[in-house]
C-alpha cells in the first residue's frame, strides 16, 4: 500500500519560514520523481516543485523560485519543501506527489501518488 504523509505545516508570520515534508512507503522511494502541489481556497491545485530521482535536477514554479527549496533524502524516504520569505498568497494546503516515470512535470495527472495533504497559513 502506498502512503505519502506530509507534516511540517503550520501558521507562520509573512516573511517567516517553514519546512514541509513527505514520507513516502510502499514504493521505492528512489524511483519516483517527487513533486509538490498547493492548493488555496477557492483556486486549482497549482505547481510548485520537482525533484528527480537523484535529486541533481529540481524546477520550481515562478512565483516561488528563489524562495523555496525542494530537497530529498532517498534513504529516508523523505522530499522536503524549504519555504522561505513567505507571502500571504502562499497560503494553501500543500500536497507532495509521486511520479513513476522519468522526468519533472507540472501537470498534477502526471503524478500516481498523493499525500493527504498538509495546510500551510502565512498571515500579514
Not at 11 to 19: E, F, I
Request: hydrophobic share 35%.
Amino acid at each position: 500500500q502506498v502512503q505519502l504523509v506530509e507534516s511540517g505545516g503550520g501558521l507562520v508570520q509573512a516573511g517567516g519560514s517553514l519546512r514541509v515534508s513527505c514520507a513516502a512507503s510502499g514504493i521505492i522511494f528512489s524511483w519516483h520523481v517527487m513533486g509538490w502541489f498547493r492548493q488555496a481556497p477557492g483556486k486549482e491545485r497549482e505547481f510548485v516543485s520537482a525533484i528527480s530521482t537523484s535529486g541533481g535536477s529540481t524546477d520550481y514554479a515562478d512565483s516561488v523560485r528563489g524562495r523555496f527549496t525542494i530537497s530529498r533524502d532517498n534513504a529516508k524516504n523523505t522530499v522536503y519543501l524549504q519555504m522561505n520569505s513567505l507571502k500571504p498568497e502562499d497560503t494553501a494546503v500543500y500536497y507532495c506527489a509521486g511520479r513513476s516515470k522519468v522526468g519533472l512535470r507540472y501537470a498534477s495527472n502526471e503524478y500516481e501518488y498523493w499525500g493527504q495533504g498538509t495546510q500551510v497559513a502565512v498571515s500579514s
